[in-house]
T-cell receptor, first 116, second 114 residues
Framework: ETGVTQTPRHLVMGMTNKKSLKCEQHLGHNAMYWYKQSAKKPLELMFVYSLEERVENNSVPSRFSPECPNSSHLFLHLHTLQPEDSALYLC???????????????FGPGTRLLVL | DQQVKQNSPSLSVQEGRISILNCDYTNSMFDYFLWYKKYPAEGPTFLISISSIKDKNEDGRFTVFLNKSAKHLSLHIVPSQPGDSAVYFCAASDRGSTLGRLYFGRGTQLTVWP
């Protein structure tokens, strides 16, 4: 148990669906992150929020829309995804985003997404 | 261009022996390095880190060695246990940069057999 929870753990959706992934951290951290992990690839950083402000958007398609209503919660809204978007989506948090996020990050268990 | 590389996708070690996982990086500005362990169906779990001002950091059975001149770090697990079987990710960061986020390697699958 790392103090970072994600729901749902598994999600199957069609290309026309709209769904949301939720992340919650109980560590009192100020920075939160979304990562994508595809098979045989390194973790890819998607978005970074620091104190509820988006500080990095790593060239992610607009069909992925993040939302950070407060420092404990992070959402990833999904709309008209493609089959190649099927992957493990990981949320992480760190104490701060000082130094550009180079602090130790603590990960949630991930959401396994399958787009049909 | 991948700045953190783990060239061995898998490693198999007998229980009780030493496991050595290797990681190379290309960015000389990296000054903070971490190892994460990942079990199936779980997120990566932070294991151990090292700052570039050190060349060794030890935590129980886990020791990370850093060779800055070679841009190489390694994780030693002694003695290895079957519960250590997992994917191990190396990560690096340039903490002095406003864009110094974590860069991850592709991971090495460690299997410890009885």
């Amino acid at each position: 148990e790392t103090g970072v929870t994600q729901t749902p753990r598994h999600l199957v959706m069609g290309m026309t669906n709209k769904k949301s992934l939720k992340c919650e951290q109980h560590l009192g951290h100020n920075a939160m992150y979304w990562y994508k992990q595809s098979a045989k690839k390194p973790l890819e950083l998607m978005f970074v929020y620091s104190l509820e402000e988006r500080v990095e958007n790593n060239s992610v398609p607009s069909r992925f829309s993040p939302e950070c209503p407060n420092s404990s919660h992070l959402f990833l809204h999904l709309h008209t995804l493609q089959p190649e978007d099927s992957a493990l989506y990981l949320c992480a948090s760190s104490r701060n985003f000082e130094g550009g996020g180079g602090e130790t990050q603590y990960f949630g268990p991930g959401t396994r997404l399958l787009v049909l | 261009d991948q700045q953190v590389k783990q060239n061995s996708p898998s490693l198999s070690v007998q229980e009780g022996r030493i496991s050595i996982l290797n990681c190379d990086y290309t960015n000389s500005m990296f000054d903070y390095f971490l190892w994460y362990k990942k079990y199936p169906a779980e997120g990566p779990t932070f294991l151990i880190s090292i700052s570039s001002i050190k060349d060794k950091n030890e935590d129980g059975r886990f020791t990370v060695f850093l060779n800055k001149s070679a841009k190489h770090l390694s994780l030693h697990i002694v003695p290895s246990q079957p519960g250590d079987s997992a994917v191990y990710f190396c990560a690096a960061s340039d903490r002095g940069s406003t864009l110094g986020r974590l860069y991850f390697g592709r991971g090495t699958q460690l299997t410890v057999w009885p």
